[in-house]
């Protein structure tokens, strides 16, 4: 059974730039969430998709956006890069029913170094 | 604004000892406590804690919650080199709210 995948693994990108960060939620989960982790803090949430839309949202700009499929799987977006966008970013899974809905699973993330 | 706080920020022990790691939150709308592991990327869940007073554990790990206090602890007995890693706390939900960690080495 895999688990949470993300993709790429690192990514080196320069200011101004765009990005798009993949990932594909365990088997059986339809709920994907994004966060973003920066060094010697706890991740930070950015946003939460479930049936192919947005369902919450954190204090992120909205250069931050998002997608998912109606596999499940889901696409981060970040245009015009900034330096404090450096961070490495985790993608969780969960599914939507009862208490399992609290756990959620994190894939290996991705370490974005914006230069 | 939901707040999570981890003490202390890091902690270095030999093997063998036993440590404590707490976790206090003031939140809106609680719906479960979570701790978390993360060694060197991804998070691994170790404990889900909605009930005041009821202990939850797994092997040398071992945590509790106190809804009226706010806060719960993680324990570890007999710590190993390989209970080195960040632990995470968070309030649970759609969004996790997450403290900034406890930082463990254990030392051999």
């Known amino acids: 059974d895999a688990g949470v995948t993300q993709s790429p693994t690192h990514l080196i990108k320069t200011r101004g730039q765009q990005v798009t960060l993949r990932c594909s939620p365990k088997?059986?989960?339809?709920?994907v969430s994004w966060y973003q982790q920066a060094l010697g803090q706890g991740p930070q949430f950015i946003f939460q998709?479930?049936?192919?839309?947005?369902?919450q949202r954190g204090n992120f700009p909205d250069r931050f956006s998002g997608h998912q499929f109606p596999n499940y799987s889901s696409e981060l977006n970040v245009n015009a890069l900034l330096l404090g966008d450096s961070a490495l970013y985790l993608c969780?899974?969960?599914?939507?029913?009862?208490?399992?809905?609290?756990?959620?699973?994190f894939g290996p993330g991705t370490r974005l170094t914006v230069l | 604004e939901d707040k999570v706080v981890q003490s202390p920020l890091s902690l270095v022990v030999h093997e063998g000892d036993t440590v404590t790691l707490n976790c206090s939150y003031e939140?809106?709308?609680?719906?479960?406590l979570l701790w978390y592991k993360q060694e060197k990327k991804a998070p691994t869940f170790l404990f889900m804690l909605t009930s005041s007073g009821i202990e939850k554990k797994s092997g040398r790990l071992s945590s509790i919650l106190d809804k009226k206090e706010l806060f719960s602890i993680l324990n570890i007995t007999a710590t190993q080199t390989g209970d080195s890693a960040v632990y995470l706390c968070?309030?649970?939900?759609?969004?996790?709210?997450f403290g900034a960690g406890t930082i463990l080495r254990v030392k051999s």
């Open positions: 968070a309030k649970g939900g759609n969004k996790l709210v």
């Open positions: 088997s059986g989960h339809d709920t």
């Open positions: 998709y479930y049936e192919e839309e947005e369902r």
């Open positions: 969780a899974s969960s599914g939507n029913r009862g208490l399992s809905y609290n756990e959620q699973f």
């Open positions: 939140v809106t709308n609680f719906r479960s």
